[in-house]
C-alpha cells in the first residue's frame, strides 16, 4: 500500500514538473503586486543546491536589485552604455526616458555573475552550469507565480557597466533577470519538434 502510495506521487510530480516545463513563458510584463524577496531567495537557494564545481563551490555569485533606488542606479548605469555607443542616438530624449521608467517599473533584478577560474575549458563547465541552475530556478519560480525574462544585452559585456556593478577582475556578467509577479501568462509560439532536429547512430 505504501509502495502504491509513493508511485502514485511520484507520477504526479512526474506530470507536475511536464506541465511547468511546457507552461512556463518569458514575461516582459509584470503585475504591481510585491514581489517576495523571501520566496524568491528559497527557490534560488533551491536552485543552487545543484550546482557546483570541482571544488564543491557554487560557480557564481548573486547582485538582486529591488530597491528604487537600486533601479534606478542600474537603469541609468544601462542608459550610460548606450550612449557611449551611441546606441538609440536616434531616440528622442523623452522615449528614452520611457524606456528608463518602464525598466525601473520591473519589481526586481537578478545579477549572475560568473566567477571565471582556472581554465577556459572550466570555465565553460561553469558556465552551463550557472545555465542550468538558472534553467531550474526559472521553473520553481514559475510554480508560484513569478515570471522573468532572461536579459542577455550587449551593454552586460561593458567595462565600464561591469566595474560600476561592483565586477571585480576575473568575472563577467552571464544574464540580468527581470522578474516580478505575472498576471497573464503569453501565448505559446510555435516551436520547432526536437524530433526534427534529431538524428540517431
Not at 133 to 141: E, V
Amino acid at each position: 500500500m505504501a509502495d502504491q502510495r509513493a508511485m502514485g506521487e511520484k507520477e504526479k510530480w512526474s506530470t507536475h514538473m511536464s506541465q511547468l516545463v511546457r507552461e512556463r513563458r518569458t514575461i516582459r510584463s509584470f503585475s504591481e503586486r510585491p514581489l517576495s524577496q523571501e520566496i524568491v531567495m528559497e527557490r534560488l537557494q533551491a536552485a543552487g543546491q545543484s550546482v557546483f564545481n570541482e571544488k564543491g563551490k557554487l560557480p557564481c555569485r548573486f547582485v538582486y536589485i529591488a530597491s528604487r533606488e537600486g533601479k534606478e542606479k542600474a537603469v541609468s548605469l544601462i542608459m550610460s552604455v548606450y550612449a557611449e555607443h551611441k546606441l538609440y542616438k536616434w531616440l528622442p530624449s523623452k522615449v528614452g526616458q520611457m524606456m528608463a521608467e518602464r525598466i525601473i517599473s520591473i519589481p526586481a533584478f537578478l545579477v549572475v555573475v560568473q566567477e571565471m577560474e582556472g581554465s577556459e575549458e572550466k570555465c565553460e563547465r561553469d558556465y552551463a552550469s550557472i545555465c542550468a541552475m538558472l534553467q531550474s530556478f526559472s521553473l520553481l519560480a514559475w510554480d508560484c507565480g513569478i515570471g522573468l525574462v532572461w536579459n542577455t544585452e550587449p551593454y552586460m559585456r561593458n567595462q565600464s557597466f561591469a566595474t560600476a556593478m561592483g565586477l571585480q577582475q576575473g568575472e563577467r556578467i552571464v544574464t540580468i533577470l527581470f522578474m516580478g509577479n505575472y498576471e497573464r501568462i503569453p501565448k505559446g509560439k510555435q516551436r520547432t519538434p526536437v524530433m526534427k532536429k534529431i538524428s540517431f547512430l
